[in-house]
């Protein structure tokens, strides 16, 4: 490639905050739930590169060909993949789209395809380099390179952006469940590559009770590694939905003996640990059932695919509930779907 960015440019990255800042040199954009991508066009070629560095154009095919109809044939874009499901956005089936198989690739393209979020640009179509530029000069030139070119490109969308504080805190309040929060950026700063100076990530944290099903034991000793958590379906079966390690250390002596004087088969009467899954791992069969009796308080970011995606927070116990109230309508999501950002 002849363009001033090698693909292997590194995405500028955020630093988390709890909350949104406000001020005049902010603005504001959803925090869309997908892959971070750089998308690079010199002429005829074009790469798909994560933030990572990992090359995705192979398994977004769609992508890779609404990129090239672009009548712009030199350019570098910071954006963020993401598929949908009836209004709302479908991490899950974004992950199912990493597969080896061509034809498996080809078919989801088509079933679930994928849109490409845009959000800076880091290069022009003129060829050059803008990095140097503040978030606000970059900004006018992404929006006027979207009116003339994604006019009729349906793959490849523009991310709203705000510069009002009380608009963002409306996005993140309605639409809490399926957006993955709200991002803040320096409209006062340039791209900063690799580095988390010029903006701030404050994600939409929520909470659930989950009965403890299970245990597993550390690595290095026979005390409490991590706790199996809950929720109790419609039919009233118990099913295995995620874990959290986040165990003080001198609680661990006294907890295990807790947990060890409860353990009874089969811990969980759905889903439990072990079972067909994508998360499984070399240890998934060695944990410990126990009597549905310890209700534990947990935060969590995203619950998809019957799961918590990520491991959770202990927050705290909750003898007051009652573990058959735990149950998974506490992580339906049933706010405004973020789509409408882009209608």
């Known amino acids: 490639m002849s363009l001033p960015l090698p693909v292997d440019y590194a995405p500028m990255e955020a630093n988390t905050a709890r909350e949104i800042p406000t001020g005049p040199e902010w603005e504001y954009e959803p925090k869309w739930d ?9 002429g005829k070629h074009v790469d798909i590169v994560s933030k990572a560095g990992q090359p995705l154009a192979r398994y ?7 990129l090239r109809e672009l009548e712009a ?19 899950d089936a974004l992950l199912q789209r990493i597969h080896p198989a061509e034809s498996r690739i080809r078919k989801l393209s088509q079933e679930t395809p994928a849109t490409l979020i845009l959000f800076d640009l880091l290069v022009n179509d003129q060829g050059s380099d ?59 700063r340039p791209y900063a590559s690799g580095e988390r100076t010029a903006m701030l990530k404050i994600k939409n944290l929520r909470t659930a009770d989950c009965v403890v099903g ?18 109790y379906d419609d039919a009233g079966k118990l099913n295995h939905v995620g874990f ?17 004087a409860l353990i009874q ?12 899954s994508r998360w499984n791992t070399e240890r998934s069969g060695e944990w410990e059932p126990l009597a549905p009796k310890l209700v534990a308080e947990v ?39 973020p789509l409408t950002l882009l209608d």
């Open 299 to 337: 935060q969590y970011d995203h619950f998809t695919g019957h799961r918590f995606r990520h491991g959770t927070k202990l927050l705290r116990w909750r003898p007051d509930k009652r573990p058959e109230e735990c149950t998974a309508n506490q992580v339906k999501r049933e706010s405004q779907s």
């Open 265 to 276: 088969p089969p811990g969980f009467t759905g889903n439990a640990p072990g079972g067909p």
């Open 73 to 91: 044939t030199k350019f570098v874009l910071d954006g963020e993949l993401i598929v949908t499901h009836q209004r709302t956005l479908d991490f």
């Open 34 to 42: 997908g892959f971070r991508c750089l998308s690079f066009r010199d």
């Open 130 to 188: 803008i990095t140097g530029e503040v978030l606000e000069e970059r900004r006018a030139q992404l929006e006027s390179f979207a009116k003339k070119y994604l006019a009729h490109n349906n793959r490849i969308r523009l991310s709203p952006r705000t510069r009002d504080f009380e608009t963002a805190k409306a996005w993140f309040k309605r639409m809490a469940g399926p957006l993955d929060g709200v991002i803040a950026k320096r409209v006062d």
């Open 214 to 231: 299970g245990f597993r034991y550390g690595t290095k000793n026979r005390l409490v590694g991590s706790l199996l958590l809950g929720l």
């Open 244 to 260: 959290t390690s986040g165990i003080p250390t001198a609680e661990k002596a006294s907890l295990t003996k807790k947990l060890e």
């Open 60 to 66: 977004f095919p769609e992508i890779l060909e609404a």
